[in-house]
């Protein structure tokens, strides 16, 4: 049965509402024989942010991503977002060619009735909420098959799991450009088409040849030639893996034609020191200073900030002590993070923490939020110390 515009009135007339005050247009809902099933499941809705909204329309798409045993995550070229289901106490009706109040006032309208049929209905939708790509499990996979160079047992073994571009689309939940970025953080190349991850003593064994013939032939470590390293390494290691370390350990650039290398000291410090900690549980910090500073290439000056988010050292023993902790090495969740942090030691300075939650802090988050949620404040022999917020056990 289809209303009459009599019975319209009628309605408008027991609501107590004036037909002047509302657009001429009115809408007949009415529920479709197929209502129902399409509401059981056929159909999401899916909240999106208008730039999410324009990707789509300029025909880019949206990737949902996570195994069975993940939370699923939504990701567009270059963001990654959780996917909440949110109740909401209205019904919201799927109506196609339904015309909006807008719509309407833009058309030439009289007093007329339009029939609509009602598709489907919900309950609820999916909303997308800005998250950190969950990266932890790149690193993981990686290292399942490490690099040791083209002569290793390893390289023969046909059994040993690689990841291509696509197979670390299909299994990391981050986007494509974030997925991107990480492998440079993680040095990672592409060798036969796989991502790879090299071996620290094999990267340091590269590192080596070119440090060393930095010395031999009496360059600055701000202007190393690709062309003469690939000629004079060339004979002992691939070309392609020493021009690798160079990118790893230094900026490219041009200078009269020629592609040169500055190479960072800071970063070479740093892999020095890693290659001396890994092979010890603790290390006594002023011994460790001074065989460090004697490990790394004549004119560059170690200094304990070049070791921020690699190792921590103990100012409360004595004699003071040095250990090796990679951020990288910690879990990727908030609260587990701080669990495992406060658990290794009791109480944090801002300074010695910090270098371990940056990465947790989410758009516009500072590690001082981070530590009010997480963390109780102190002071201790003048100085503002953190400790759990939650019992450690």
Known sequence: MKRTREEVDATLQIAKLNAVELLPAVHC???GPGASGAAAGDFCLLELEPALCQQLEAGH???????????AVLCSKDKTYD????????????IPGCKTPDQLKTEETHSNIIHTEIFGFSNNYWELRRCRPKLKKLKKLLMENTYEGPDSQKEKDSNRSKYTTEDLLD???????????????LSACEIGGYWRILEFDYEMKLLNHITQLVDSESWSFSKVPLKTCLQELGPLEPEEMIEHCLK??????????????????????????QMLLQNAVKFNLAEFQEVWQQSVPEGMITRLEQLKGLALVDRQTRPEIIFLLKVDDLPEDNQERFNSLFSLREKWTEEDIAPYIQDLCGEKQTIGALLTKYARSSMQNG???????????
Request: a negative charge; proline letters at 1%; hydrophobic letters at 40%.
């Open 61 to 71: 798409s949206l990737v949902i991503r996570g195994d069975k045993d993940e939370q």
């Open 171 to 185: 299994q990391i939940q981050a986007s494509e450009e974030e997925i991107m970025t990480q492998l440079q953080v």
């Open 383 to 393: 100085v503002k110390v953190y400790n759990s917020r939650r019992p450690i056990f």
């Open 248 to 273: 790893c350990y230094g900026k490219k650039y041009i200078d009269e034609g020629e592609v040169h290398f500055e190479l960072s000291a800071d970063k070479i410090c740093r892999a020095t020191a």
């Open 29 to 31: 809902l009415a529920f």
């Open 83 to 94: 996917l909440k289901i949110a109740d909401t106490s209205n019904m919201l009706l799927f």
